[in-house]
């Protein structure tokens, strides 16, 4: 590959330049490992419709609510969910609007 002429040496060039660093693309691609998972996609489209409890959930996709529990706990390490305490009930809900877009063009897409 060390003899390799580009055909466009301009376009290879401004692609270097703007390439994102490697710690940036390994964490774009921890990302889409979360989405990875149909389970974690259930949780997350229950929750775009609504804030809900582990009850809600678990009752709603007819899981365990300590599946739903162990789920919630990597999409909030993701930072794709967040929580509220209301009394003794904690809801959650999708962390911000990027969550709720990615969701959407990702469904988007796969309806085409």
């Known amino acids: 590959m060390d003899d390799y002429q580009p055909i466009n040496p301009k376009a ?3 692609l270097f330049e703007c390439m994102p660093n490697e710690e ?11 989405f990875g998972d149909s389970t974690r996609i259930k949780i997350m ?5 609504s804030e809900l409890c ?9 899981m365990t609510q300590s599946s739903v529990s162990h789920q919630l706990r990597v999409l909030k ?5 967040k ?3 209301d009394g003794k009930q904690i809801i959650y809900s999708l962390d911000d609007d990027h969550v ?5 063009l990702g469904m988007e ?4």
């Open 12 to 14: 290879v060039q401004e």
């Open 24 to 34: 940036i693309l390994y964490d774009l691609a921890d990302l889409f490992r979360v």
């Open 45 to 49: 489209y229950a929750l775009f419709e």
């Open 54 to 62: 582990v009850g809600d959930i678990a009752e709603a996709l007819g």
């Open 77 to 81: 390490d993701n930072k794709l969910v």
């Open 83 to 85: 929580f509220r305490r």
């Open 100 to 104: 709720r877009s990615i969701l959407s």
């Open 109 to 112: 897409h796969v309806e085409e």
